[in-house]
């Protein structure tokens, strides 16, 4: 189905236009203005080969149809063993198991790191993350009422837990 392997920087134009389905469409992340590759460079040039600051890349027939990362949870060096972790699909390929692929990979090379907690926010509601996330072992641990505005409306955002 899907080769997983870490991001490279020749798929940064790709992820970016992954990403920019769900700026553009969703309340799923709460950016509200597309990215450029150029713009996404930052978040990009965050991730290693090693370390806690992982991008693992699913690709099909040569092209990138999704990623999971972790990231920096908070900038206080107390955190540091934690990480927030974040998974985006191309639309067609979501529902197919490829995100539970992803997150397996993701957490394999995590386990070889000083990783203690994994923590990821879901926009509320969005049923297919949620159960993604408990699929993999993530337990809710809090709610955030009304705590972004995008599209015109208010969204809750839930936490999940993970411990690594």
Known sequence: MAELRPGAA?????????????????SITFDVEPFTPETRRPWFEQFAARGRYRLIVAEHAGEPIGYA?????????????????????????????????????LFTALAREDVHRAYAGITLPNAPSVALHEKVGFSRVGLMHEVGFKLGRYWDVAWYEKAL
């Not at 063993?81 to 191309?90: F, K, R």
Request: glycine residues 6%.
């Open 10 to 26: 020749a798929d940064l134009p790709a992820l970016v236009a992954i990403y920019n389905h769900y700026v553009e469409k969703t």
């Open 69 to 105: 990362c972790s990231m920096r949870f908070r900038a206080k060096r107390a955190y540091d063993p934690s990480v927030e972790t974040s998974i985006y699909l191309a639309p067609p390929w979501t529902g197919r198991g490829l995100g539970r692929q992803l997150y397996a990979e």
